[in-house]
Structures are given as structure tokens and as C-alpha cells.
């Protein structure tokens, strides 16, 4: 977690991401988080469930394509090591 004054310049907040054949480079595709819902949605409560709505986006194809495998494998990592399951 972070703490303190965020990070303004664009380059800066790149987030570090890395798989097996190439590492992200900022300004090479963008990823959009479009939308958050959680279930139930009311104060108080640890929710269920949660979605996540992403945009990819790239000049080339085959590049979307590694991307969306490369996050996918790491939100099931992640959510094993949670111990949650991803839809």
C-alpha cells in the first residue's frame, strides 16, 4: 500500500507488470478499469463478490491478446493466494 502525496507524472505511475516474454512499457497499451461493483452493496458489510470491468487497448493485436492471458493468469494467482475463486 501507499502512503503520502500520489504520483502525478503519467511515466511514474506506469504499473510495474511483467511476464514470461516482455515487460510493460508505459505509453505501448493502456489498461482502463471501467467499472466496480461489489455484492451487497451496502455499508458495513465485506461483499462476496466483486467485478471488475477492463478496457485493453494497443496498436496491435497480438499484443492484446498477451496482455489479456498475462492478467488473467495473474488474477487467478492472486485470488488462490487469497483463497478466492475468480468467475
Known amino acids: 500500500p501507499q502512503t503520502g502525496t ?3 507524472e503519467r511515466y511514474a505511475r506506469a504499473v510495474p507488470f511483467r ?13 482502463n478499469l471501467g ?4 455484492e451487497p452493496g451496502a455499508f458495513n ?4 463478490r466483486a467485478f ?6 494497443s496498436l496491435e493485436e497480438d499484443q492484446l491478446d498477451r ?3 498475462a ?3 495473474l488474477a487467478q494467482v492472486e485470488a488462490e ?3 478466492l475463486r475468480p468467475a
Open 52 to 57: 471488475l470491468a477492463l478496457e485493453l487497448r
Open 71 to 73: 492478467l488473467l493468469s
Open 67 to 69: 496482455l489479456q492471458d
Open 6 to 8: 500520489p504520483v502525478l
Open 19 to 31: 511476464h514470461d516474454t516482455e515487460v510493460a512499457r508505459p505509453g505501448y497499451y493502456a489498461v
Open 45 to 48: 458489510v465485506v461483499p462476496g
Open 81 to 83: 493466494r487469497e483463497g
Open 35 to 38: 467499472d466496480i461493483r461489489v
